[in-house]
C-alpha cells in the first residue's frame, strides 16, 4: 500500500530545553503572553529529525503546516491558527543532541558591543586602557604619501631578497618574477607598515628593523605557504563536501589548522583558477537546460535577450572552459572488404536511404568469410575512369568563369 516517510519527532524531555519565554520575548521584543499561552506555544514546537521512518497512509489523520521560526516572527500567530507548527532545532537521535538548523543573526547585548555615553569636557576615562584596543595606523603620521611608497618599495625588496636566500621558497618560486609578485602580496605591506607604526613613523628604524642582524625578514601569507598537491586537495574537499572547514581539515587536510584552512579560502577565491570553474560550472548547468525548439527561422527580440551568454543564436548550448576529447572511428580490413564482397548483401546505397534501419553485422561477416577465399583467387576487377588532363580541365574552367562575368 502506499506509504508516507516521517521526517520530524519530538526528542525525549532530557534533551529539551526550549529557547522560547525568556530568549525571544527579550531580543525580538515579543508582545507580553500569559502562562496558558506560553504552555500553548511549548506544544506547537516541533523538533526535525535525522532519522527516517516510514507510516503505513492510514495512520495519516490530517493536514498541518510547519515552518521555519524565523526571529522576526510573532510568536502569537501560531496560536491563531489552526495546525501550525514551527521548528528551529534539529534533533540527533544517534548523538542526543539539539542543534540549530541554520545559522542566526546575533542581535543584542549579548553579541554586540554597548556604545558608550560621550564623555563630557573634562570628564576622565575610567575605563582600563590595558583592555582597550591597540592602534596599528596613524593617519595623522608625520611622514608624506611619497616616502611612504617608498618605504613599501624598499620592503618589497627586502621580501624578493629573503625568498631568494631562502631554500623553500627558491624552490616554489624558481625565476624572479614568481619571488618578486610574493613579496608584492599584502602580507608584506601589512608588516611594513606595522613597522612603522611600532618604530614612530622613524624611517631608519623601521629600515633596521626589517633587516635585523640574523637576516631579512620573511613574510609570507597561507597562499604561499600551501603546496600544488595541498591546494588540489583542497579543491577535491571543497567540491565533496562544500564549505565544511571542519570535515575538509579531518578528512583532507589535518596538518593544517582551522584558520590556516579558512584564510587559504578566501585567497583562494581571488583566483583566476576559482573564476575559471565558476564559469565552467555555469557553463555546465546551462548546457543541460532543454532548449525549446522554433517553428520561425528567427528570433523575436525577447526570445532573443532571454539567450544565455553561454548559448549560441541557434539555441544550441556551448561550453566555454570545457574542452571536449576528440576521437577516431577506424574501420578494419575485415569491414573494407565486407563492402565489396558482400555488397549485393550489404545494399550500401539502400543502407544510406535509411540511416536508423538495423544491419545485421554477424550475417554480413558471416558471409565475407565464406566469400573470402574465393575472391582471394579471383583477380580484383577494377573499372578504370576516363579523366581529361588537368589542362582541358582547367581551359574548361575559364571559359566557363569568361562567359559568365561577360
Excluded at 640574523?214 to 597561507?222: A, F, S
Excluded at 570535515?247 to 596538518?255: A, N
Excluded at 583562494?268 to 575559471?276: A, E, N, S
Excluded at 539502400?350 to 561477416?365: H, L
Amino acid at each position: 500500500g502506499s506509504r508516507v516517510v516521517g521526517v520530524g519527532n519530538n526528542p525525549p524531555t532530557s534533551f529539551f530545553s526550549p529557547p522560547l519565554p525568556g530568549e525571544f520575548e527579550e531580543e525580538s521584543k515579543q508582545p507580553p503572553m500569559t502562562e496558558q499561552q506560553r504552555h500553548q506555544l511549548k506544544h506547537r514546537e516541533l523538533f526535525l529529525s535525522r532519522q527516517f521512518e516510514s507510516l503505513p497512509a492510514t495512520h495519516i489523520r490530517g493536514k498541518c503546516s510547519v515552518t521555519l521560526l524565523n526571529e522576526t516572527d510573532i510568536l502569537g500567530q501560531y496560536l491563531e491558527k489552526e495546525d501550525c507548527f514551527f521548528y528551529s532545532l534539529v534533533f540527533d537521535p544517534v548523538q542526543k543532541t539539539l542543534l540549530a538548523d541554520q545559522g542566526e543573526i546575533r542581535v543584542g547585548c549579548k553579541y554586540q558591543a554597548e556604545i558608550p555615553d560621550r564623555l563630557a569636557e573634562g570628564e576622565s576615562d575610567n575605563r582600563n586602557q590595558q583592555k582597550m584596543e591597540m592602534k596599528v595606523w596613524d593617519p595623522d603620521n608625520p611622514l608624506t604619501d611619497r616616502q611612504i611608497d617608498q618605504f613599501l618599495v624598499v620592503a618589497r625588496a627586502v621580501g624578493t631578497f629573503a625568498r631568494a636566500l631562502d631554500c623553500s621558497s627558491s624552490i616554489r618560486q624558481p625565476s624572479l618574477h614568481m619571488s618578486a609578485a610574493a613579496a608584492s602580496r599584502d602580507i608584506t605591506l601589512f608588516h611594513a607598515m606595522d613597522t612603522l607604526q611600532r618604530n614612530g613613523y622613524d624611517l631608519a628604524k623601521a629600515m633596521a628593523t626589517l633587516v635585523p642582524q640574523g637576516g631579512p625578514v620573511l613574510c609570507r601569507d597561507e597562499m604561499e605557504e600551501w603546496s600544488a598537491s595541498e591546494a588540489m586537495l583542497f579543491e577535491e574537499a571543497l567540491e565533496k563536501y562544500g564549505k565544511d572547514f571542519n570535515d575538509i581539515r579531518q578528512d583532507f587536510l589535518p596538518w593544517k589548522s582551522l584558520a590556516s584552512i579558512v584564510q587559504f579560502y578566501y585567497m583562494w577565491k581571488t583566483t583566476d583558477r576559482y573564476i575559471q570553474q565558476k564559469r565552467l560550472k555555469a557553463a555546465e548547468a546551462d548546457s543541460k537546460l532543454k532548449q525549446e525548439p522554433h517553428s520561425r527561422g528567427h528570433l523575436s527580440r525577447p526570445e532573443a535577450q532571454s539567450l544565455s551568454p553561454y548559448t549560441t543564436s541557434a539555441s544550441r548550448a556551448k561550453l566555454l572552459a570545457k574542452n571536449r576529447q576528440t576521437f577516431l572511428l577506424q574501420t578494419t580490413r575485415l569491414t573494407r572488404l565486407a563492402r565489396r564482397l558482400c555488397r549485393d548483401v550489404l545494399q550500401p546505397r539502400r543502407a544510406a536511404r535509411r540511416p536508423y534501419a538495423p544491419i545485421n553485422a554477424n550475417a554480413i561477416k558471416a558471409e565475407c568469410s565464406i566469400r573470402l577465399p574465393k575472391a582471394a583467387k579471383a583477380p580484383l576487377k577494377i573499372h578504370p575512369l576516363a579523366r581529361l588532363p588537368l589542362a582541358a580541365i582547367v581551359k574548361e574552367l575559364g571559359e566557363r568563369l569568361g562567359g559568365g562575368l561577360g
